[in-house]
């Protein structure tokens, strides 16, 4: 009995201090975002989607984009106001840690990420959120305030994190500052990090490095010389 107690108590634990990583993207941006982030930390990942594809959200000077916006500006409590997204079935109740990753359109949160927020905000009281945002230059204090609207009762880190357009070929640098500045593992009680292998790298038999993996030729990978034909 005893020890099935223990056991009940370890998968609690586990349960209660796993990260979900929700992320909807456009251009691929925050794609990129939620891979090097997910390099970094444990964590699930769930994709949100539009339930209609093949929008062009920024075609004719952002028109479409800025309807949907302008809805939920409008009537920001009435779910007809929100676009349709794919359904969703991720359990939240099994996750302490959210982390949001969602592009800026026009000083606002994407309106895609809105509809999942609007649904699913409330499950989230309590819980641990963290929010990146992907814009091209606009300050992010307008996508913070969509999401503090949508997820009232969240335990917001300290800090959230801006990746733009200027920044975003050095996510990782900025990913790992922001985890540390947040105390992530300390918060989330996830002392488990992850590690990556740097890639191999190759050298000609002069010990210059070489730019691109070799197709033909002899030459030095990982201090063993390597002969292809």
Same mark, same amino acid.
């Given at each position: 009995?005893?020890?099935?107690?223990?056991?009940?108590? @370890?998968?609690? %634990?586990?349960? !209660?201090? $796993?990260?979900?990583?929700?992320?909807?993207?456009? %251009?691929?941006?925050?794609? /990129?975002?939620?891979?090097?982030?997910?390099? +970094?930390?444990?964590?699930?990942?769930? &994709?949100? +989607?539009?339930?209609? $594809?093949?929008?062009?959200? /920024?075609?004719? =000077?952002?028109?479409?984009? #800025?309807?949907?916006? *302008?809805?939920?500006?409008?009537?920001? *409590?009435?779910?007809?106001?929100?676009?349709?997204?794919?359904?969703?079935?991720?359990?939240?109740?099994?996750?302490?840690?959210?982390?949001?990753?969602?592009?800026?359109?026009?000083? +606002? @949160?994407?309106? *895609?990420? +809105?509809?999942?927020?609007?649904?699913?905000? =409330?499950?989230?009281?309590?819980?641990?959120?963290?929010?990146?945002?992907?814009?091209? !230059?606009?300050?992010?204090?307008?996508?913070?305030?969509?999401?503090?609207?949508?997820?009232?009762?969240?335990?917001?880190? !300290?800090?959230?994190?801006?990746? *733009?357009?200027?920044?975003?070929?050095?996510?990782? %640098?900025?990913?790992?500052?922001?985890?540390?500045?947040?105390?992530?593992?300390?918060?989330?009680?996830?002392? &488990?990090?992850?590690?990556? #292998?740097?890639?191999?790298?190759?050298?000609?038999? =002069?010990?210059?490095?070489?730019? /691109? &993996?070799? #197709?033909?030729?002899?030459?030095?990978?990982?201090?063993?010389?390597?002969?292809? $034909?």
């Amino acid at each position: 009995m005893f020890l099935f107690c223990a056991l009940l108590i @370890m998968l609690s %634990t586990s349960a !209660s201090s $796993k990260t979900l990583v929700v992320y909807y993207s456009y %251009t691929g941006n925050c794609r /990129e975002i939620v891979t090097t982030l997910t390099s +970094q930390i444990q964590a699930d990942v769930l &994709e949100i +989607q539009p339930a209609e $594809k093949g929008l062009k959200y /920024e075609a004719n =000077g952002y028109a479409l984009g #800025t309807q949907l916006l *302008n809805a939920i500006k409008a009537n920001p *409590n009435d779910a007809g106001s929100y676009p349709a997204i794919d359904p969703v079935t991720t359990s939240l109740s099994d996750y302490q840690t959210i982390i949001i990753v969602t592009p800026l359109w026009w000083s +606002q @949160m994407a309106a *895609n990420m +809105q509809t999942y927020l609007f649904n699913c905000g =409330g499950q989230m009281a309590g819980k641990n959120i963290g929010l990146i945002v992907s814009s091209a !230059s606009s300050g992010i204090s307008g996508v913070v305030a969509d999401c503090k609207r949508l997820v009232p009762n969240g335990q917001y880190f !300290s800090e959230n994190l801006w990746i *733009n357009s200027s920044n975003h070929s050095r996510r990782s %640098t900025l990913i790992q500052n922001w985890l540390t500045a947040i105390n992530y593992q300390t918060v989330t009680g996830i002392s &488990e990090a992850k590690t990556t #292998t740097a890639p191999a790298r190759n050298y000609d038999l =002069g010990g210059r490095l070489l730019v /691109e &993996e070799p #197709t033909k030729g002899i030459y030095i990978k990982n201090g063993k010389k390597v002969v292809i $034909k």
